[in-house]
């Protein structure tokens, strides 16, 4: 980040603090963070009841994060968009606008890239840096005026770890709260972790009320290992342990993510050792039919297998749905659109 104050960053009182330090007076920073957070202004050009000087000193003295749009490509199937995002280094991110009957949900980044390298996924080039909490946030603006539609659902599941930039998304979710900008509640936001536990106790004492999600993918250590470098650092009993002292603090219900590869760990065992693991446990198993990338060398699972999976859930009294495929015409895989992006330039 420049050494420039990253205005977009900063929450309301923070605001105030730096509108004073720079002898103006208080009621600009309602205006900024109005422009800013809910009229989600692209540039300070847009701010009719800023003065001319005021801007100059701004552009001159911040950081204010626009978010160009590089590639959108919309689904014929179902209208998902994927946009492809330059930040102010260059650098390329990608989130994901997604249609519900429960309105408009959001899936962004928090990385650029990530180093997780878990094999289903196409983010491969490993993690370049964080995003700022404004980085986060002008996804959804970005979206929201490009699409001209509110967004009432965020989830924390593009490129990157969340848990890994965890300050950052701590605060892009205040941000995100705030009364004074989108005020999408706490409940609708989604936090997803491929299960760096000390992080995870470290949100569940702040007794938020978003929805962690688990990246879990296998039922035992030994399968989790092949699929996710993260398993040999963290193994599932630590991760189920930080799991219930998370419902413990926060009462709320854990979700477990879990992509289904044909032949690796959609069989009958493993639908049956995941039973046994959540066992008990205040919990929702997400069950996503995996996206086929050329990096990779997973095929998605059989319909009638991913049925038979969710039915053994279901039996045990375990909530199960199986995620609706969206943008499967668009790149739709974690990662796939930047990666695909990079490729193409880079063979010019």
Request: hydrophobic share 35%.
């Amino acid at each position: 980040m420049p050494h420039k104050t990253d205005i977009k960053s900063l929450n309301y009182n923070e605001l105030v603090q730096y509108v004073e330090s720079i002898n103006e007076k208080k009621f600009r920073a309602a205006q900024l963070y109005s422009w800013m957070h809910e009229k989600l202004a692209e540039s300070y050009d847009e701010m009719t009841n800023i003065s001319d000087k005021l801007k100059d000193t701004l552009k001159e003295d911040t950081l204010y994060t626009s978010l160009k749009i590089v590639k959108m490509q919309e689904s014929r199937i179902d209208g998902t968009r994927k946009y492809l995002f330059e930040l102010y280094d260059g650098n390329l991110i990608e989130s994901v606008f997604m249609k519900y009957h429960h309105g408009n949900s959001v899936c962004i980044s928090s990385q650029v890239g990530c180093k997780m390298g878990c094999r289903f996924c196409a983010t491969l080039n490993g993690c370049v840096r964080n995003l700022s909490p404004s980085e986060m946030l002008d996804q959804i603006y970005r979206i929201s005026r490009d699409t001209n539609e509110r967004v009432s659902n965020v989830v924390i599941m593009g490129s990157g770890e969340p848990m890994d930039n965890y300050d950052n998304v701590i605060k892009f979710i205040e941000l995100l709260n705030s009364e004074r900008g989108l005020n999408i509640s706490q409940r609708n936001i989604t936090v997803s972790t491929c299960g760096i536990v000390p992080k995870i106790k470290e949100l569940a004492d702040l007794k938020l009320q978003i929805t962690l999600a688990i990246s879990l993918h296998a039922p035992n250590d030994e399968l989790r290992k092949t699929m996710m470098p993260i398993a040999n650092k963290y193994s599932i009993a630590e991760i189920m342990d930080a799991c219930r002292y998370y419902l413990d603090k926060t009462g709320r219900r854990i979700s477990f993510e879990y992509s289904l590869v044909k032949g690796v760990n959609d069989t009958k065992e493993c639908a049956n050792e995941l039973i046994e693991l959540v066992k008990g446990l205040n919990c929702h198993i997400n069950l996503i039919p995996v996206n086929p990338i050329k990096e990779r060398d997973y095929e998605q699972s059989e319909k009638n297998s991913i049925k038979n999976f969710k039915d053994m859930l279901e039996r045990k009294g375990i909530n199960a749905t199986v995620r609706r495929e969206m943008g499967r015409d668009i790149d739709g895989a974690c990662g796939q659109l930047r990666q695909n992006h990079i490729d193409e330039n880079s063979a010019i």
